[in-house]
């Protein structure tokens, strides 16, 4: 019997992922970039696979290139961080207009 690469369950002969993990991987992908953390754990929890199998799930790093929670956060940091980045410039060029707006009423 193998293990399960994410769980550590017996996950069948020659499987490398269990059903239940097969079946959070496929959710993941379908989630990813779509919807908040909150929503992401919601949409994990709904495929009716235990929450602490969850857990092992996304605290798992098979392929040693960081767990799926660190894979997942870090997608929607860095979509976080452009929405932000977009924002900002924006806020500043209002600083500014605001500002020169101002400037003019004092001259
Ligand atoms: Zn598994």
């Known amino acids: 019997m193998a293990l399960c690469i994410y769980c550590g369950e017996r996950s069948g002969l020659l499987a490398k992922i269990c059903a239940d993990c097969k ?8 989630l990813k970039g779509k919807v908040g953390y909150g ?16 857990i092992l799930f996304l605290k798992a790093d098979p ?19 452009q929405v932000m980045g977009l924002k900002g410039s924006q806020s500043a060029g209002n600083v500014k207009g ?4 101002i400037d003019k009423e004092k001259k």
């Not at 929503?39 to 969850?54: H, N, Q, Y």
């Not at 392929?63 to 961080?81: C, F, I, P, W, Y």
């Open 39 to 54: 929503e992401f754990l919601d949409g994990l929890a709904e495929t009716g696979v235990p929450k602490e199998k969850i």
């Open 98 to 101: 605001i500002r020169e707006s």
């Open 63 to 81: 392929e040693g290139k960081g767990s799926v929670q660190d894979q997942v956060t870090a997608e929607m940091t860095s979509e976080l961080m």
């Open 23 to 30: 079946k959070l991987l496929a959710r993941v992908n379908e």
